[in-house]
């Protein structure tokens, strides 16, 4: 079974600072997909990137951008400029196509506290 | 507006009580998924379908059934086997096989025991 690690319960950072989140997981798989969802405290989830594990390039989305290292089984993301309306709750999730019918397994999440 | 529709926002069972949490897509997805938060738990999955008329288990299915009926819904039922129901349940869709698409997530239903 995959399972997917977020050691930081709990983070805080300064407006305008940079704050990276950790995330590891474990497949024997090769083929895979790794994302981060955020969850303000409306409940929603939205996307907030995601990478395929066949490209060696990091993907970037604006102010966000992840830090993966196949070998290690690690899927960080980092977030610049922090603003306020980054505070959330951020998941990391991770799909292979051949279990669940493509279903995400989702770690713990890391709540992200910005201040002013 | 194509969208993930779930209701109530709020629901409250009762001891021994079936409760079914709706969830309605008009995004004309064939793949649909629920999944059950806790806090400090993350998202687990309960049960998903790929197709109409074919559903499967998840890691926690016990206490929960599903059907599917027709493309736009899948509705989850919350049995009075499960003993420990109160949780954030929330409901996505999907297309179909296609590994890299992004999840819909519906608003979710808050679920507590009276």
């Known amino acids: 079974a995959q399972t997917v690690t977020q050691s930081q319960p709990e983070m805080s950072v300064q407006e305008a600072e940079t704050v990276t989140l950790s995330c590891t997981y474990d497949?024997?798989?090769?083929?895979?997909?790794l994302f981060w969802y955020k969850q303000p405290p409306s409940r929603q989830m939205i996307l907030v990137i995601r990478?395929?594990?066949?490209?060696?390039q990091n993907a970037t989305e604006n102010r966000f951008s992840v830090n993966f290292q196949k070998a290690a089984k690690s899927f960080s993301l980092k977030i610049s400029d922090s603003q306020l309306g980054d505070t959330a709750m951020y998941f990391c999730?991770?799909?292979?196509?051949?279990?669940?019918?493509?279903?995400?397994?989702f770690g713990k999440g890391t709540s992200l506290l910005v201040t002013p | 507006d194509g969208g993930i529709t779930q209701s109530p926002k709020y629901l409250f069972r009762k001891e021994g009580q079936n409760v079914t949490l709706s969830c309605e897509q008009n995004?004309?997805?064939?793949?649909m998924y629920w999944y059950r938060q806790d806090p400090g738990q993350g998202l687990r999955l309960i049960y998903y379908?790929?197709?109409?008329?074919?559903?499967q288990k998840g890691d926690i299915a016990e206490g929960y059934s599903v059907s599917r009926e027709k493309k736009e819904s899948f509705p989850l039922t919350v049995t009075s086997a499960q003993k420990n129901p109160t949780a954030f349940y929330l409901c996505?869709?999907?297309?179909?096989?296609?590994?890299?698409?992004?999840?819909?997530f519906g608003s979710g239903t808050q679920l507590s025991v009276l």
């Open positions: 379908s790929q197709i109409v008329n074919d559903f």
């Open positions: 497949t024997s798989e090769s083929n895979y997909y």
């Open positions: 995004l004309n997805h064939d793949a």
């Open positions: 996505a869709s999907s297309i179909a096989g296609a590994a890299f698409e992004k999840l819909f």
């Open positions: 990478q395929e594990a066949y490209k060696q």
């Open positions: 999730a991770f799909m292979n196509p051949s279990r669940s019918g493509y279903a995400l397994n």
